[in-house]
């Protein structure tokens, strides 16, 4: 069987990328032997006082290794390699179940493939085995065979090691890295333990999705390194909903309890800790082949809106087409029925510990990648009716909070079965099907995911101002790339970014595309003319005006999703470019680049919104889409939050204007197809030379 982990994922950090962020982050916070041992081995029986003869003579090998020469503590006659076998035999026999023995091995010369990053070789692997292997392995004429196929991965190890005899903080932020790979990829533990060691003394390491522990003793002190061995012998805490079937191949099969239902993953994305740990995956029905949705994440427990609750919320009366469903959600459970929560002591990073509990969302509503989108035809209906779910959950009280380009995706394709469910939906706005023929019942192109960021304005509007809940609002919140200029600053554009009557205008719609929309019962079209042209009153002042999210934020996340898109797409008989445009370069490192902050500038401020810039931007063959994108790109660009007479009378008002500009794209591909254009898979375009 073939790795579920998707191939297609962007490979995460490197190694020296995520030192270094670990290291920022100050990820990494020591504590007491007694308060780790309370907190992290509660496995542990009693307490080894000292060490037998043997481990002390190993102790002394491992105590006397010269500066510079760390490896000779687990290469040649492998003093750290054997005193660990020997805590794991003498654990062992004081155990009850002797099936499986815990077995230490050097792995400095060998290497553990990730299916996202580069591999990574951990100075010893700890890992599952027979009793006979144990044995052999404190055999002092054992010897690696270094031509020998390495049959470990991530995803069967029991833990991992690090030996350094000179830099403390090296070992430190090498291990904590090795120990958030396992965790990545181990969706079924809830936290997992490891352990370095260099002459003066060893460390014992803590992580779940919310800290890095660690601590640290001399080699006078065997009591915490039978209690990690033991505490591996029993296991670290575990997700029991999730098994892999293959735990000894290099390609996990993971089978996942949903409800009553048992769902086998075929494709996964794993995002590691600390605070972003979140698994998604694709997964089919053992029983009926149905494909299912997972998606599992480690949430802060004080948060005040719940996910599942509000995609409740959102389908309540009729469903909402176009938007997820969740056909489950809920918190998964340990083995002994409770709450998977991460811990409750010490500090996180940065000195500031979240308490996070596992939750679960799960639906059989299935889309397709925006990035596997066909046509132009196709993506434009999809991004379409996009806007179209935006406004009406924000009808149902809901504001979407996170849109990017992987929340928005293609609608399922089930043999008829979600657009069936759709056919009575809510659709006080019309999707694009129903635009080009008002006989129509609802049939959206898109499927909106994703409501973890999301906020129940019916309760906000509830809240008394001096609530700290009134606070939410104000919030940053969104992905890196599309999230909205001012929300990404956590604050109002500067004054320069007022939107004057006499430049900033609603798009207006002539011939077929205007009379199409006009003809829908909730258009209002001359009303949004008015309110955004003339307005009722002059722009608020700066001072005045409070920086809240608000659904024009969505829609300028919208478009940066759309730009982003297209500017990176290119037709089917693609000819690699030669020469990139500048203005591609610049418009793709400042998105990539793009970290939200106040502190630092945003890169997409510097963007040209001129027609010319665009056409400058886009495939040769997509430049008859630039119009579009430099409108769209001058109506977003203003701070319609000193608006706030337009935001109260039609909040919908950004979204109107995209979706003009979208509806005459249509039109005029859907009255010559010739127009259209067939994309090559998205990242083909040569965009950086």
């Known amino acids: 069987m073939t790795s579920p982990i998707r191939s ?85 026999d004081s155990l009850h179940n002797k099936e499986i023995a815990l077995v230490f091995d050097s792995y400095y010369n060998k290497m553990l493939p990730h299916p996202l990053s580069e591999p990574l070789s951990p100075d010893i692997v700890i890992s599952y085995e027979t009793q006979e292997i144990l044995k052999g392995r404190l055999d002092t004429r054992f010897r690696d065979d270094p ?62 999705a919310s800290v890095i522990h660690q601590c640290s003793v001399k080699w006078d002190n065997p009591s915490l390194l039978h209690a990690f061995v033991y505490q591996l012998y029993q296991g670290t805490t575990s997700d029991p909903s999730i098994v892999n079937l293959q735990p000894q191949d290099s390609d996990p099969s993971w089978l996942v309890k ?11 994305t794993p995002n590691p800790g600390l605070s972003q740990r979140r698994f998604t995956a694709i997964a089919i029905d053992v029983e009926t082949g149905d494909l299912w949705f997972i998606k599992d994440f480690y949430p802060d427990v004080k948060r005040r809106f719940n996910e599942g609750l509000l995609y409740a919320k959102a389908h309540e009366g009729k469903m909402l087409p176009g938007l997820m469903r969740a056909n489950y959600y809920g918190h998964p459970l340990d083995t002994s029925g409770n709450t998977l929560t991460t811990t409750s002591f010490g500090e996180g990073p940065n000195g500031t510990r979240i308490d996070r509990w596992k939750m679960r969302v ?45 929340n928005i995706m293609m609608a399922p394709k089930d043999n008829g079965r ?65 999230i909205s200029r001012s929300v990404s600053q956590g604050e109002l554009l500067p004054a320069l970014y007022i939107p ?42 700066p001072a005045a005006t409070r920086f809240t999210h608000q659904l024009f934020h969505d829609a300028e996340s919208t478009f940066w ?73 001058e109506y977003i660009l203003p701070e319609w939050g000193y608006r706030p007479e337009l935001n109260t009378e039609y909040p919908e008002h950004a979204h109107e204007a995209l979706m003009r500009l979208l509806l005459r794209e249509i039109v005029r591909i859907e009255d010559d197809k010739t127009k259209d254009v067939v994309f090559a898979p998205l990242g083909t375009r040569n965009l950086l030379g």
């Open 8 to 92: 297609e994922h962007p490979p995460t950090q490197g190694v020296q990328a995520a030192l270094k962020r670990l290291q920022k982050d100050k990820a990494i916070f020591q504590v007491s032997p007694k308060e780790f041992s309370t907190n992290y081995l509660p496995a542990a029986a009693s307490k080894v006082e000292s060490w037998d003869d043997a481990q002390k003579l190993l102790v002394d090998s491992i105590t006397a290794t010269k500066a510079g020469r760390e490896a000779d503590m687990y290469t040649d006659s492998k003093p750290l390699i054997r005193l660990c076998n020997l805590v794991s035999k003498r654990v062992l």
């Open 147 to 208: 031509d020998s196929v390495p049959r470990l991965s991530w995803f069967n190890i029991a833990a991992v090691g690090e030996a350094k005899v000179r830099d403390p903080k090296q070992e430190r932020y090498q291990t904590g890295n090795y120990l958030r790979n396992q965790l990545q990829l181990r969706p079924e533990l809830h936290s997992v333990i490891g352990f370095s060691a260099d002459k003066l003394g060893y460390s014992l390491y803590y992580h779940d």
């Open 258 to 268: 949903v409800g009553e239902k048992l769902l086998i993953i075929t494709s996964a």
């Open 362 to 406: 799960a639906t059989r509503d299935v889309g397709d990648s925006l990035s596997k989108t066909p046509t132009l035809l196709e993506f434009l209906k999809v991004m379409y009716d996009a806007c179209v779910v935006q406004r009406n959950l924000r009808r149902k009280g809901i504001l979407h909070r996170d849109i990017s380009d992987g």
């Open 418 to 482: 979600y657009y069936k469910d759709c056919a009575d939906g809510y659709d006080d706005v019309k999707y694009v099907n129903q635009v080009l023929d008002p006989k129509q019942s609802p049939k959206p192109a898109c499927l909106v995911i994703d409501l973890g960021h999301s906020a129940d304005l019916h309760y906000l509007l509830r809240v008394p101002s001096g609530n700290k809940d009134s606070e939410i609002l104000a919030e940053r919140t969104g992905t890196p790339k599309f």
């Open 500 to 541: 004057h009557h006499s430049v900033f205008q609603m798009p207006k719609l002539d011939g077929r595309p205007r009379k199409l929309l006009t003809a829908c019962t909730d258009s209002k079209y001359e009303a949004y003319n008015k309110a955004v042209d003339d307005g009722s009153q002059s722009p608020s002042k």
């Open 561 to 633: 999703v759309i730009s982003w898109f297209l500017a990176r797409s290119a037709p089917k008989d693609y000819e690699k470019e030669s020469d990139p445009n500048p203005k591609l370069t610049r418009f793709i490192n400042g998105m990539k680049s793009h970290y939200p902050s106040n502190e630092t500038i945003d890169p997409r401020d510097s963007f040209s919104a001129t027609l010319e810039a665009w056409k400058q931007i886009l495939h040769p063959r997509l430049v008859d889409v630039a119009p579009m994108l430099s409108e769209m790109h």
